[in-house]
Nanobody, 114 residues
Framework: QVQLVESGGGLVQPGGSLRLSCAASGIAFSLYTMRWYRQVPGKQRELAASITSGGITNYADSVKGRFTISRDNAKNTVYLQMNSLKPEDTAVYYC????????WGQGTQVTVSS
């Protein structure tokens, strides 16, 4: 059974930081490209960051220079370090694994507010 479990969301003030984690089980994690998406109610899910099996990263312009995606294949976990957070970063953040099949996590809420 495949599971992707996100954690680390919460409430943070503007300018603050959070680190999201996504722990995977039931897949050959090291073979998968891992992505972080985010979604605001009423809007389409937006790709924030990606990391390939080889460690190549890519970021949306809106998060470039503030967010860092990384992976630990020994722990089957992908991370999203989010710094200099802004109110517009408020969203539910989802991780997704992609290879021959794609899987989604259940999401974790990030709220940036004073």
């Amino acid at each position: 059974q495949v599971q992707l479990v996100e954690s680390g969301g919460g409430l943070v003030q503007p300018g603050g930081s959070l680190r999201l984690s996504c722990a995977a089980s039931g897949i050959a994690f090291s073979l998968y490209t891992m992505r972080w998406y985010r979604q605001v109610p009423g809007k389409q899910r937006e790709l924030a960051a990606s990391i390939t099996s080889g460690g190549i990263t890519n970021y949306a312009d809106s998060v470039k220079g503030r967010f860092t995606i990384s992976r630990d294949n020994a722990k089957n976990t992908v991370y999203l370090q989010m710094n200099s957070l802004k109110p517009e970063d408020t969203a539910v953040y989802y991780c997704k694994s992609e290879w021959k099949t794609s899987y989604w996590g259940q999401g974790t809420q990030v709220t940036v507010s004073s």
